[in-house]
């Protein structure tokens, strides 16, 4: 058969047309979102594939977020030297992807690039500080530079050419395998930079240990670290920051000072892997933080009360407001996090700050996410007397991507349980008394995730009411994953906390975000947080078409007001 050549320029053209054809498939593979993902969030944040931990660095840029997180590009596990992942938004809810960075580029990083945080410098030059593992695997700290500062996605960094800038030595005490995690950096009048960095030292006394500089680059460690606490363990994700006080619910940039502002401390416990923090008051001259209530474990105030670890707030100077960000990792098995290809989601992010008591931090989803919430249709319920013992509808929501808001007002104390003094942990008596442990009032709130009318998986979020030995109430909120999944490997702990509101003077407010895998609860006013993260076998995508509000106690309690609405996906590739 005769051969025919073609003319050079078709074959160049054909070859472009190849390349621009192959490079569409490629940019729409990438972007389209795995098949088969019943789990997979739709709009809280996770990437693509693979292992995800603690946020990073958050910040404003030139009105943009940025987003960095600790990743794995090779796995769904935490192995071999971890990267920074780096998204951006422009409304903390739809992200971007951005080239990854902090990848092992010298010494002071070479195994691997962990946990940290990002300062706005003056002339609005970002800076981040992180720690790295050196070639010994010896925890130092690390400082790096965005490329060019006119790119406000800041898609390239560096490392500063005289890493580390902190690391430990003999002279300093310091144990090279419990020392890291930098805070975001702050500025007193006397232009000195402080830092904190999480540590341990000899019978598990935690520690922030702070640092000072003049030019961000030379640091001296304080002789006294700002606050330790005896036999607390490791402090990981130190966090430091003002609040307002008096209920101001407005946020403040990390180095104002002043007499109408109090303090956070806050650190996650390696021990536990809980989040936990202390409110007190800073004094600058001593360079020494004195918490109000005075210790620092797990009997200590929490953020979250559920999976919830390694969070971090920034500032966001646009909306004047704290932002706080966490990492909710799974409640799957590795063999199941292998079949999902991904491993790890972050938790919706919250608007922060101190309750007018001056007690307690109180939180809510950030206002954009009400963006996604459905026109219609739209579920809403007032004045309903909820019975005992009945089960209701919240009927045409999408039940596995959905918000709810709903009230309770409690009619009749009559046959409230007695409150035992040694029921002390209040996990612990979620547990013993779930959502089908019939009560006298309670438990009342809400299910998740219904299967069918048999109920054979569901995740329920309520309260159940005692009355303890001094006429007072007290008020327990759970999140019960016990029957969450038939899927025998998955980790299902029941989570809760005892709430710090009057039932009679005040109705008992719950907010539940529902995304697939996590179910994330706002109790009572914004007090208490606990976040789940559920995997069932029946209630997935479409068949997770039911949701209730159900009373499994003696007494009525009455529906003040019930909005539910499907929630859009979030654009995130």
């Not at 098949?35 to 995800?52: E, G, L």
């Not at 960095?197 to 702070?210: C, E």
């Not at 054979?456 to 030995?469: D, G, L």
């Not at 029957?483 to 509101?501: E, H, I």
Request: glycine share 8%.
């Amino acid at each position: 058969m005769a051969s025919y050549k073609l003319p050079k320029q078709v074959i160049l053209l054909l070859v472009s047309l190849l390349f621009f054809c192959y490079g569409v498939v490629e940019l729409q593979a990438a972007q389209s979102p795995p098949s088969n993902q019943p789990y997979r969030t739709a709009y809280h944040f996770q990437p693509r594939k693979n292992w995800i931990n603690d946020p990073n660095g958050p910040m404003l840029f030139k009105g943009i977020y940025h987003l960095f997180y600790q990743y794995n590009p090779n796995g769904v596990k935490l192995r071999g030297p971890p990267v920074w992942g780096h998204s951006t938004s422009k409304d903390l809810v739809n992200w971007m992807p951005q080239p990854l960075t902090m990848e092992p580029e010298m010494a002071a990083n070479i195994n691997g690039s962990w946990s940290g945080s990002a300062t706005i410098l003056p002339g609005n030059k970002p800076a981040i500080l992180f720690t790295g593992l050196d070639p010994n695997y010896e925890q130092v700290q690390v400082l790096a530079y965005p490329k060019d500062l006119n790119d406000p996605y800041l898609k390239e960094w560096f490392l500063a050419p005289k890493n580390p800038v902190m690391f430990p030595t003999p002279q300093n005490q310091i144990n090279a395998t419990s020392y890291r995690d930098p805070t975001t950096a702050w500025m007193l009048p006397d232009g000195n930079w402080r830092v904190l960095i999480g540590k341990s030292k000899r019978r598990q006394r935690g520690l922030s240990l702070l640092y000072r500089s003049r030019d961000f680059v030379h640091w001296v460690k304080a002789k006294h670290p700002l606050y330790s606490y005896e036999r607390s363990g490791m402090w990981e994700c130190p966090d430091f920051f003002p609040v307002y006080k008096n209920g101001n619910t407005m946020g403040i940039d990390t180095s104002v000072i002043g007499p109408n502002i109090k303090h956070v401390l806050k650190v996650s416990l390696d021990v536990s892997k809980h989040d936990v923090y202390t409110i007190g008051g800073y004094d600058t001259k001593k360079d020494a933080y004195t918490p109000d209530v005075g210790f620092m474990n797990d009997s200590s105030l929490r953020y979250d009360y559920g999976k919830y670890y390694a969070s971090k707030t920034f500032y966001d100077g646009a909306k004047k407001e704290r932002i706080l960000l966490g990492w909710a990792n799974e409640s799957s098995s590795e063999e199941d996090d292998a079949k999902k290809g991904w491993s790890g989601i972050h938790t919706i992010p919250r608007t922060i700050w101190l309750d007018k008591s001056g007690n307690q931090l109180i939180q809510w989803p950030i206002s954009n996410i009400e963006k996604l919430r459905q026109k219609s249709p739209v579920f809403k319920l007032y004045g309903k007397l909820i019975k005992g013992g009945s089960l209701n509808e919240v009927s045409g929501i999408t039940a596995a991507q959905a918000d709810v808001e709903i009230s309770f007002k409690i009619k009749d104390l009559e046959n409230v349980e007695k409150f035992d003094a040694s029921w002390t942990n209040p996990q612990l008596l979620c547990s013993q008394k779930g959502g089908s442990v019939k009560g006298g009032l309670g438990p009342f709130g809400l299910m998740t995730f219904q299967a069918s009318k048999g109920l054979e998986e569901y995740t329920a979020v309520f309260f159940r009411i005692f009355k303890a030995y001094d006429n007072k109430y007290v008020v327990l909120m759970c999140s019960d994953q016990s029957r969450s999944s038939l899927n025998p490997t998955n980790d299902k702990t029941t989570y809760g906390s005892f709430v710090d509101v009057n039932p009679v003077r005040e109705d008992l407010s719950l907010r539940v975000l529902i995304d697939h895998s996590v179910v994330e609860s706002f109790g009572a006013k914004r007090k208490e947080c606990v976040t789940a993260r559920v995997y069932p076998t029946l209630a997935i995508n479409e068949k997770a078409c039911n949701l209730y509000v159900f009373n499994n106690g003696k007494s009525d309690v009455e529906i003040t007001g019930l909005t539910a609405w499907s929630m859009k996906k979030a654009s995130i590739a």
